[in-house]
């Protein structure tokens, strides 16, 4: 529930109680004079969804809301005035939701502060291969309120806070890859972790350097789920969560790439971070505008280049989530493509009469090299076998019939685990 205090002019205030009126809401007025003349001050409790009509509908009687308008929060109210609203929409208002936005995003050295220490608990998670760790960092990250921010202001072609979200979100996971990679340089060069240690192998670290599908639904809905927290007065903390749990252990796993010197695993988790920014701030987009959130000047007539002007920020926010998705999507679809032929190429081998006794556990396909369309391919392949069997031909069956599904060359690698019988 909301509580509203609106302060009414004197030649107002007839239009304004026709208003109130119309909608059986209930209301305290108290008067009070000034140098501009005589005023009084209304207030009355609406319900989240009806405060964007109440209040149009209010400057729709020649109202200037702009003078004196505070909405606060109220725990319970008598009569509660459910019925004001006509559309309800289960939203909160525009300003609310600008409000609750800046709200949820701390301070400089707040945000700046937590990124750092939520990346070094993302990556010594993601070296000890704890989910239990990893989660911890996710928990304490604050990348929730910059990427919502994003989100709102291009939703309301408000120029201050598209500049805000974006400049938060770049820093802040710039911050978070730089923090990741003096943390991995510091414990693998004093001796913390073995040295022999492959970081490629860990598993943890190898589900986030090659992003495929699954990779790509976890940001949409990241994206969405926030959108939908914030418009809704919902509790978004766990949604917070879940928007972190798409960016800070990727910009972890970044860092431990340029930690261990290893281009593959820093592209791939750059991939997937990029993926994962632009799902996120694309779908809040949407699904705000969705949910019929607009400029406050949107219906208002105008001259080209006021519109222009007016919504240019919203347009070029727009284009430029578009290209980082479009460009990372096409990286992702590829990698798609080549997982799912190296899936069916081990199948097929596997369906063949002399590996019958085999039972494949697992295959994971990782992307190497330099270039983003001209990918390496390491395939990792687990199967049990009978403890009397040996297979020395698999592996070279595997690369063949492999290298023909994807036409590229690619190393395989065969973990067998014995059972009896």
Excluded: K
């Amino acid at each position: 529930m909301r509580l509203i205090h609106i302060r009414v002019p004197d030649d107002n205030l007839d239009g304004v109680r026709d208003v109130l009126a119309d909608r059986d809401i209930s209301y305290v007025r108290t008067e009070e004079a000034s140098d501009d003349g005589t005023a009084w001050l209304l207030q009355f409790p609406l319900p989240p969804e009806a405060v964007d009509e109440v209040l149009d509908d209010l400057e729709a009687t020649g109202l200037d809301a702009d003078r004196y308008t505070v909405v606060g929060n109220a725990e319970t109210a008598r009569p509660d005035q459910s019925d004001s609203a006509r559309q309800h929409e289960d939203r909160i208002s525009h300003d609310e939701l600008r409000g609750r936005a800046v709200g949820m995003n701390p301070g400089q050295g707040t945000y700046y502060g937590m990124t750092v220490l939520s990346a070094i608990v993302a990556t010594a998670g993601l070296v000890l291969d704890s989910p239990a760790i990893v989660v911890g960092s996710m928990v304490i990250a604050p990348q929730v309120g910059s990427a919502l921010i994003a989100s709102v202001g291009t939703t309301l072609s408000d120029r201050r806070l598209i500049v805000d979200g974006v400049r938060d979100q770049l820093l802040g996971l710039a911050v978070a890859i730089g923090s990741a990679s003096l943390f991995g340089l510091f414990i693998r060069h004093s001796g913390f972790v073995p040295g022999q240690l492959r970081v490629t192998t860990v598993q943890q670290i190898a589900q986030r350097i090659s992003p495929g599908f699954l990779s790509l639904a976890v940001g949409l809905c990241a994206g969405a789920a926030g959108a939908f927290g914030l418009a809704t007065a919902l509790p978004v903390s766990l949604v917070g969560v879940m928007i972190a749990a798409a960016l800070i252990p990727a910009a972890a796993a970044v860092g431990v790439g340029i930690a261990w010197e290893l281009p593959a695993v820093a592209l791939g988790a750059g991939i997937l971070l990029l993926v994962n920014v632009a799902s996120i701030n694309l779908t809040g987009f949407l699904v705000l505008w969705g949910l019929g959130f607009r400029p406050v000047d949107w219906a208002t007539d105008r001259t080209p280049v006021e519109t222009v002007r007016t919504y240019a920020p919203t347009v070029v926010a727009a284009l430029a989530l578009l290209v980082a998705f479009a460009g990372a999507g096409t990286v992702t679809a590829q990698q798609m493509q080549v997982e799912t032929s190296v899936n069916d190429a081990v199948t097929d081998v596997l369906s063949e009469a002399s590996y019958e006794r085999l039972r494949l556990q697992s295959v994971r396909t990782r992307f190497g090299g330099v270039s983003v369309y001209q990918l390496d391919r390491e395939v990792a392949v687990t199967v049990s076998r009978p403890a009397d069997r040996a297979y020395p031909a698999l592996v070279a069956d595997l690369e063949r019939a492999i290298s023909r599904a994807i036409e590229s060359d690619a190393a395989v690698e065969v973990t067998f685990e014995d059972r009896a019988g």
